[in-house]
């Protein structure tokens, strides 16, 4: 099994930035692919990043390209996400998830681990 849990979300003016954070823990995070996903109220759960085992290799989705940047370190089991020039559609509880195997995908079934989420609110 794996935990993760966020953190770094916050309240934030359109145009500002946020960092978030997600630290695994129980098993081994360094030859698993991770992402993010968000939900705004009323709205499925979407697919925002994701970076292979090493972090070399990345996918957005198309709403969050040039403006945010997943990254990781497997030293310390952290993977982050840093977003800026926020938008208030931006808004949504964002979550950060892990895979079985080491590349790439955007879709949920394929993440086992998730953590709790955190908000991130953009006023406008």
């Known amino acids: 099994q794996m935990q993760l849990v966020e953190s770094g979300g916050g309240l934030v003016q359109a145009g500002g930035s946020l960092r978030l954070s997600c630290v695994a823990s129980g098993r081994t995070f360094s030859d698993s692919a991770m992402g993010w996903f968000r939900q705004a109220p009323g709205k499925e759960r979407e697919f925002v990043a994701a970076a292979a085992w090493d972090g070399r290799r990345t996918y957005y989705t198309d709403s969050v390209k040039d403006r945010f940047i997943i990254s990781r370190d497997n030293a310390k089991n952290t993977g982050y996400l840093s977003m800026n020039s926020l938008k208030p559609e931006d808004t949504a509880v964002y979550y950060c998830?892990?895979?079985?195997?080491?590349?790439?995908?955007?879709?949920?079934?394929?993440?086992?681990?998730w953590g709790q989420g955190t908000q991130v609110t953009v006023s406008s």
């Open positions: 998830a892990v895979r079985n195997g080491p590349y790439i995908s955007d879709l949920r079934q394929e993440y086992p681990y």
